[in-house]
């Protein structure tokens, strides 16, 4: 088992559609995070859970949902996306906030918004 | 507000080279800074963590130092592999979670 597995990989969706990016750490750790990466841009952090309560929200449109239901599971809910919302959606975790450790990332999901 | 430089943003050089990459903060108050690492398409790896109290990290043939009070990071690799290509990102936490830089894209060729 990888440290920190994204699901799915790759994911390609219409305006109108709503779907879900999953996130799963097998590291034991406290805190998870959602990043985007937008080409030649740096990687924008959305949404940090600490102990499973949403402690920072970089002022993120509401057509992106996080969900925490436990420590080890992160999920990202998407509708009604834009086309400038096509990107690489990464999660990652660590031990302790707001002074983290070592993260850990998985390999992303590569989103496509038409 | 936070934010991370590096420089530069390409570099190529070819293998065997001991090579320095760049990273610049604003703000010195910070907890912690990490180099990662992200081949293309994948995620990132964590290469070396340095505490706010520390002055530099190692690990194998990968040497990272921190200046704190002038708000840079460099992180020298020696003797460059082609496997060492790929994108380096600096980030720093402080008062707000990880801040990225836009990363130095390294091509070593063979």
């Known amino acids: 088992e990888t440290g920190v597995t994204q699901t799915p990989r790759h994911l390609v969706m219409g305006m109108t559609n709503k779907k879900s990016l999953k996130c799963e750490q097998h590291?034991?750790?406290?805190?998870m995070y959602w990043y985007k990466q937008s080409a030649k841009k740096p990687l924008e952090l959305m949404f940090v859970?600490?102990?499973?309560?949403?402690?920072e929200n970089n002022s993120v449109p509401s057509r992106f949902s996080p969900e925490c239901p436990n420590s080890s599971h992160l999920f990202l809910h998407l509708h009604t996306l834009q086309p400038e919302d096509s990107a690489l959606y990464l999660c990652?975790?660590?031990?302790?906030?707001?002074?983290?450790?070592?993260?850990?990332f998985g390999s992303g999901t590569q989103l496509s918004v038409l | 507000k936070q934010e991370v430089t590096q420089i530069p943003a390409a570099l190529s050089v070819p293998e065997g080279e001991n090579l320095v990459l760049n990273c610049s903060f604003t703000?010195?108050?910070?907890?912690?800074l990490q180099w990662f690492r992200q081949d293309p398409g994948k995620g990132l790896t964590s290469l070396l963590l340095?505490?706010?109290?520390?002055r530099e990290q190692t690990s194998g043939r990968l040497n990272a130092s921190l200046d704190k009070s002038s708000g840079r990071s460099t992180l020298y690799i020696a003797a460059s592999q082609p496997g060492d290509s790929a994108t380096y990102l600096c980030?720093?936490?402080?008062?707000?979670?990880?801040?990225f830089g836009k990363g130095t894209r390294l091509s070593v060729i063979a």
């Open positions: 703000d010195s108050a910070i907890y912690n």
């Open positions: 340095i505490q706010s109290s520390q």
């Open positions: 980030a720093v936490s402080g008062n707000t979670p990880l801040v």
């Open positions: 990652a975790s660590s031990q302790g906030t707001p002074s983290p450790g070592k993260l850990f």
């Open positions: 859970y600490s102990l499973e309560e949403r402690v």
């Open positions: 590291l034991g750790h406290n805190a």
